[in-house]
């Protein structure tokens, strides 16, 4: 008598395509940056041709148009501002500061809160601007 065999059906193990996909899912997201806005305050920057690549953690300190100063989306009056930056500051090495100024706010502000930044004791103040 001839033995018959049981053939399985063939059949594709989907456990390791799944570890798989799971794997390149948490690789991209750990590998992803992640853009956080600088202030929540939008600003009309000024345009200008030639610059620099912007600090990585710098700083921001926003001057909108009427002259208000911002930090991190919150109006400061200038003494809070002189607060807040010696504190951050006191934690970075490099000491870099990036000012935002509206293109519209009066050249006389600009210089004041450029005042409260050197005061605070800013190595460097980097002026944003549009390329």
């Given at each position: 008598?001839?033995?018959?065999?049981?053939?399985?059906?063939?059949?594709?193990?989907?456990?390791?395509?799944?570890?798989?996909?799971?794997?390149?899912?948490?690789?991209?997201?750990?590998?992803?940056?992640?853009?956080?806005?600088?202030?929540?305050?939008?600003?009309?920057?000024?345009?200008?041709?030639?610059?620099?690549?912007?600090?990585?953690?710098?700083?921001?300190?926003?001057?909108?148009?009427?002259?208000?100063?911002y930090?991190?989306?919150?109006?400061?009056?200038?003494?809070?501002?002189?607060?807040?930056?010696?504190?951050?500051?006191?934690?970075?090495?490099?000491?870099?500061?990036?000012?935002?100024?509206?293109?519209?706010?009066?050249?006389?502000?600009?210089?004041?809160?450029?005042?409260?930044?050197?005061r605070?004791g800013?190595?460097?103040?980097?002026?944003?601007?549009?390329?």
């Amino acid at each position: 008598m001839a033995s018959r065999r049981h053939r399985r059906e063939p059949s594709i193990n989907l456990a390791p395509l799944v570890d798989i996909v799971f794997l390149l899912v948490i690789f991209f997201m750990v590998t992803s940056t992640f853009i956080t806005p600088e202030t929540g305050l939008p600003v009309d920057l000024p345009q200008a041709v030639s610059g620099e690549a912007r600090p990585a953690g710098a700083p921001v300190v926003a001057v909108a148009a009427d002259g208000t100063a911002y930090w991190q989306g919150k109006s400061l009056a200038d003494d809070e501002l002189l607060g807040k930056l010696r504190g951050a500051l006191a934690k970075d090495q490099v000491g870099t500061v990036i000012l935002r100024a509206d293109r519209k706010t009066p050249h006389g502000r600009v210089v004041q809160v450029l005042d409260i930044i050197r005061r605070a004791g800013a190595k460097r103040v980097a002026i944003a601007a549009v390329p």
